[in-house]
């Protein structure tokens, strides 16, 4: 791997490791304040809501400067959510705040990846990143707990820093306060990140012009006889991974009776499950991607049996084989997908693509998860309702991809011969 390669890693790291710690933050702070249930779950559709409505911009925007530039912008924009939810803000507008810096990190974070390396080196440059993001996810919900407990937060909230003295006096707030520094630390990172030498495509004059040419990328990605089955894939995976964080927290507390510094743990769990997964599928070569798709409906059927589990001993286990499959599906997945976007309208603008669809799915399963929350839905009918949704969609991704086999043979394996090569056609 290139030295670059490594600067993003660890700039990513720390960018996310915050973005965990600071859910966790946010879910106690609102908890403190007495909020009801809808509003916790809340967190995971507001996160993605910017990733919805600024689709069509932000990979026009990370095509058209120094993707290490827009990753630094991108933290300064998760800083002022961080200040925002600190000095009084509403948590859900203030995490809306931090999902806006996301939503314009991520075309950029993965795009380089494609103006970097060769498509040889995709689907391990993503187990490796992929592994790297799952570990400061696992890092930053521990890390969240910790910063939560009796004994860190009391001593920082014993720290006296001039002008923050008023804002800071519950764990939540010292948490939030903590995550600040790290977002600085990212953003530091990503001044260091070089030029990959790509041209730069320049911004219309009139940002709605960049709104048919959007949908012309999300219409190109959905024809491509291997786009649209990497693209359904993942969008189904992260739309119930996403929530899953926070159903897990509910799950925790309705069987365990544990609070959220204590449930952090379990959602930890299930990560390394997915990092383990990550890691074994980064060996896979990019055109044999798809033969991960039958281990899908299996993560939806481990999904729906937590309802049945009532002991910690029991669950833990689960949740290791539910974060390593997911794991496994998503890494080749990914890699597959990044690679026919590259070739199809460039780095940033399917990446963008991308987030939209699979956040469009966290937003319509997370506003479904507070809808029914409200109406009283328990955390066991919620697992119950995901694990089928996911057995149900991945079985029908599975039928599209063998239709396309059968009737589109020679346009899928042309895109197979294009995969396996170093060449990345422009």
Known sequence: MKRGFYTIMAAQFFSSLADNALFVAAVELLHGAGAHEWQRAALVPIFALFYV?????????????????????????????????????????????????????????????????PPSQLVRANGWIEGLTIASI????????????????????????????????????????????????????????????????RLPANPLALLPDFWRCNARLWRDKLGQISLATTTLFWGVSANMRYIVLAWAAATLDYATRQATNLVAVVIIGTA???????QMRLDRATAVMPLGALMGVVLAGMV??????????????????????????????QHRGHNLMGAGRSIAVQNFNEQVCVLALGGLYVVTTGAGLSAYGAMTLFGGAVVV?????????????????????HLLHIARSDHVPH
Request: hydrophobic share 60%.
């Open 53 to 117: 409505v600024l689709a069509p911009w932000v990979g026009a925007f990370a095509d058209s400067r120094p993707k290490g530039r827009v990753m630094f912008i991108s933290n300064a924009i998760k800083l002022a959510g961080c200040l925002l939810m600190l000095f009084g803000g509403h948590p859900l507008l203030a995490y809306g705040i931090v999902g806006l810096g996301a939503a314009a990190y991520s075309p950029a974070k993965y795009g380089i990846l494609t103006e970097l390396l």
């Open 138 to 201: 696992i890092l930053g919900f521990l890390l969240g707990g910790v910063l939560l407990g009796p004994r860190l937060s009391g001593a920082l909230l014993g720290i006296d820093v001039p002008g923050l003295e008023r804002w800071v006096d519950t764990p939540a707030e010292a948490a939030i306060a903590a995550m600040m520094l790290i977002y600085a630390i990212a953003a530091a990172i990503n001044l260091g990140i070089p030029r990959t030498g790509v041209r730069l495509r």
């Open 276 to 282: 383990a997964g990550a890691v074994l599928a980064a």
């Open 308 to 337: 049945l589990i009532h002991h910690l001993w029991v669950a833990i286990p689960f949740l290791v084989i539910l974060g390593a499959l997911g794991g496994f599906i998503v890494v080749p997945m990914n890699a597959l997908l």
């Open 393 to 413: 969609a991945m079985l029908a991704i599975q039928f599209w991809h063998r239709h396309n086999l059968r009737h589109h043979r020679a346009e899928v394996e």
